[in-house]
T-cell receptor
């Protein structure tokens, strides 16, 4: 079974600064997806960014980018120019590409991101 | 698209009562997932469907929980009888391959 670990329960950053959230995972598969989800106080789960394991290029979505290190099984999220609206819980998640009953997401425990004005 | 729609947003019930949570997935998505979120256990997959067929229900806590997907645009998660330890936020999500898109969740409180 796959596991996802987020070792930072809480992070704090000044507004307009850059912050990196860490995620590691364990799997025996070679092809899979990785995701970062954001959960603000409204509790809505919002897909921030996705990465397919076969792609070497790191995904980028505006101020959000990832550092995907497949050999190290590491998938960190970098938020540039942090804004007050970025304050939320951030979850790292894994999904197999092989199906066969393994399509559900496996989530980490989350990192609570605080933005200091 | 309206996104994944869940109802109700909040449900308060008494122990022993039947609870039904509802979900309308995004049109065209062939996967539907039910998750539960608690402080103790985080986000857990309960069950998922592909093309309306249940594929993996190994996450369903016990026989008190059941889920159905009678057609491509509707699914229910039922708890009967409900217990206080079922109190949680229940999410429905849908997808094709790749990323899953979540509804706003149902906060269930069982007194």
């Amino acid at each position: 079974a796959q596991t996802v670990t987020q070792s930072q329960p809480e992070m704090s950053v000044q507004e307009a600064e850059t912050v990196t959230l860490s995620c590691t995972y364990d799997t025996s598969e070679s092809d899979y997806y990785l995701f970062w989800y954001k959960q603000p106080p409204s509790r809505q789960m919002i897909l921030v960014i996705r990465q397919e394991a076969y792609k070497q290029q790191n995904a980028t979505e505006n101020r959000f980018s990832v550092n995907f290190q497949k050999a190290a099984k590491s998938f960190s999220l970098k938020i540039s120019d942090s804004q007050l609206g970025d304050a939320a819980m951030y979850f790292c998640a894994y999904r197999s590409r092989h199906g066969g009953g393994a399509d559900g997401l496996t989530f980490g425990k989350g990192t609570h991101l605080i933005i200091q004005p | 698209d309206a996104g994944v729609i869940q109802s109700p947003r909040h449900e308060v019930t008494e122990m022993g009562q039947e609870v039904t949570l509802r979900c309308k997935p995004i049109s065209g998505h062939d996967y539907l997932f039910w998750y539960r979120q608690t402080m103790m256990r985080g986000l857990e997959l309960l069950i998922y469907f592909n093309n309306n067929v249940p594929i993996d229900d190994s996450g369903m806590p016990e026989d008190r929980f059941s889920a159905k997907m009678p057609n491509a645009s509707f699914s229910t998660l039922k708890i009967q009888p409900s217990e206080p330890r079922d109190s949680a936020v229940y999410f429905c999500a849908s997808s094709r391959q790749g990323g899953q898109y979540f509804g706003a969740g149902t906060r269930l409180s069982v007194l």
